[in-house]
């Protein structure tokens, strides 16, 4: 593949965006990759590990940049977007990685100036590891890269950006933003939620020890814990800043858990049946539509290697 931006600048440097680098050196789409993180510790392994540059500062990192990916925390993201305004390259793409899009485009937007492209973006990938050394070149084969432009979107920008995200193995869709934030709720922040909580209730199970949760945990609670393993930041972040889906459908959630309890309270294995019929359904399409295997790993077998 040919270089689709010549500078790239990641902002922020863990999981995502270390990914995001090794997959665009991996295909040859940026000529240079330049980072910013906060920690020094954080920046040292990026610069030995997948950026030909680093910056102290966010301001320096976006300088003569063609895109800039903002790759922190969702609560962060209005102060870094302020900091790097002044520093933009006129023509720049920004995107970001966040998995609400209303709470970063309220929190962004405002701050890029004429003539910068904000075009807001979610990828649909992940694991539980963190940090500049979790990063791998194929997290994003296969998946979903969601964008929400507005209808300002300059379209050759967008087409630009969409190539890219192609280029590193995505699958690109775009949808309106409050529609992406309530389907988002619905496929993976109200799951966080419930994994976060059943791991959370063995954990105060004093019936059950400790020792026995992890010694016999079949892959139901196992797949569970890795849920719920995931960057305590990020997701404090998500339900903070999308908490009106999110409370939607634990609302949705909870009316249909009271009917499962009342069937299971009366016995009526005919309603139990229906509906754990249906369910499997979906699963069939999850797997038809190539988002998973019919062997629940839930992305075991492509761990990153660990140290590097």
Not at 209 to 238: C, H, K, L, N
Not at 279 to 298: K, L, M, N, S, V
């Amino acid at each position: 593949m040919s270089v689709i931006y010549p500078r790239v600048a990641l902002i922020g440097l863990g999981l995502i965006a270390s990914s995001m680098a090794h997959a665009m050196r991996a295909q040859g789409l940026a000529a240079e990759i330049i980072g910013h993180a906060r920690s020094a510790e954080t920046r040292a392994v990026a610069r030995e590990l997948f950026c030909d540059r680093v910056c102290e500062t966010a301001a320096e990192a976006v300088q003569g940049a063609d895109l800039v990916v903002l790759a922190v925390p969702i609560g962060a993201m209005g102060a870094i977007a302020a900091e790097i305004a002044p520093h933009l390259k006129p023509g720049a793409v920004v995107t970001d990685v966040g998995s609400v899009k209303g709470a970063v485009v309220e929190a962004v937007a405002p701050h890029i100036p004429p003539g910068v492209h904000f075009i807001p973006g979610h990828p649909m990938a992940g694991t539980e590891y963190s940090g500049p050394r979790s990063g791998f070149a194929t997290l994003f084969q296969n998946r979903w890269w969601l964008l929400t432009p507005g209808a300002e979107t300059d379209a050759a920008e967008l087409a630009r950006l969409r190539s890219l995200l192609e280029g590193i193995g995505a699958k690109v869709d775009t949808m309106d933003v409050a529609h992406h934030d309530l389907v988002v709720a619905v496929v993976s922040h109200a799951p966080h939620l419930i994994a976060y909580t059943m791991v959370g209730v063995a954990d105060h199970m004093r019936r059950v020890s400790q020792s026995e949760i992890v010694q016999y945990s079949a892959t139901g609670f196992r797949d569970f814990t890795r849920i719920a393993a995931s960057d305590p930041t990020m997701w404090r972040d998500v339900f903070l800043t999308n908490k009106d889906a999110v409370l939607d459908i634990l609302g949705r959630f909870t009316e249909e858990l009271f009917v499962l309890q009342r069937a299971i309270r009366m016995g009526d294995g005919d309603h139990l049946h229906a509906y754990f019929t249906r369910t499997r359904a979906i699963r069939r399409g999850i797997i038809e539509a190539g988002q998973d295997t019919a062997a629940p790993d839930f992305g075991r077998g492509a761990e990153p290697p660990r140290g590097g």
